[in-house]
């Protein structure tokens, strides 16, 4: 079933941002041990264009936590189906994120790096969603700042659906 899609960002305006992203980033590191973490899926896309975006040392890793499953919703429990391999300890640590909306996963991964010792722990993400925000999580580095709506592409999915395109949409459900 194909849905009804309205764009919200072109890619233009979303590689654009990015890059800027990046600079601010880079700025900010400089030489410090940093470490970026992905938060897969949805961010994969934002993350590789980040990454090459930040022109300080670094290193990457992933991370995959489930929540949503196929709905659009969260449900409360959240759980890693893949950990990070790289040890943290004395670093800082950047978290990338496609979508803070909730703020309960983001909660979740800042405690489980908090145990970890990192030096700092910081949160980029692609699009901030205020609407349905639970937790007050601080999000130190933002693309962009969201309403409420269903967005897909660059990553983002709906039910597996929309990753592909280059540019973030609504769904009109």
Same mark, same amino acid.
């Given at each position: 079933?194909?849905?009804?899609?309205k764009?919200?960002?072109?890619a233009?305006?979303?590689?654009?941002? #990015?890059?800027?992203?990046?600079?601010? !980033?880079?700025?900010i590191?400089? &030489?410090?041990? =940093?470490?970026?973490?992905?938060? %897969? @899926?949805?961010?994969?896309?934002?993350?590789?264009?980040?990454?090459?975006?930040?022109?300080?040392?670094h290193?990457?890793?992933?991370?995959?936590?489930?929540?949503?499953?196929?709905?659009?919703t969260?449900?409360?429990?959240?759980?890693?189906?893949?950990?990070?391999?790289?040890? #943290?300890?004395?670093?800082?640590?950047? !978290?990338?994120?496609?979508?803070? &909306?909730?703020? =309960?996963?983001?909660?979740?991964? %800042? @405690?489980?790096?908090?145990?970890?010792?990192?030096?700092?722990?910081?949160?980029?993400?692609l699009?901030s969603?205020?609407?349905?925000?639970?937790?007050?999580?601080?999000i130190?580095?933002?693309?962009f700042?969201?309403?409420?709506?269903?967005?897909v592409?660059y990553?983002?999915?709906?039910a597996?659906?929309?990753?592909?395109?280059?540019?973030?949409?609504?769904?009109?459900l």
């Amino acid at each position: 079933m194909q849905h009804t899609l309205k764009e919200v960002f072109s890619a233009q305006e979303i590689q654009e941002r #990015v890059k800027n992203l990046g600079k601010e !980033i880079s700025q900010i590191y400089k &030489d410090e041990p =940093l470490v970026l973490i992905c938060v %897969l @899926k949805g961010a994969f896309l934002f993350f590789s264009d980040l990454v090459r975006a930040i022109d300080c040392p670094h290193e990457i890793d992933f991370v995959r936590l489930a929540s949503y499953g196929s709905s659009d919703t969260s449900s409360h429990s959240i759980a890693f189906t893949k950990d990070i391999e790289i040890n #943290v300890e004395d670093k800082h640590v950047l !978290i990338v994120e496609d979508i803070v &909306d909730t703020g =309960l996963t983001m909660e979740f991964l %800042l @405690k489980q790096l908090s145990v970890r010792k990192a030096k700092s722990v910081k949160i980029a993400t692609l699009l901030s969603k205020k609407a349905r925000r639970e937790k007050a999580i601080p999000i130190d580095f933002v693309g962009f700042y969201i309403q409420d709506g269903f967005l897909v592409g660059y990553g983002l999915d709906y039910a597996e659906k929309y990753r592909y395109l280059p540019n973030i949409c609504e769904v009109e459900l």
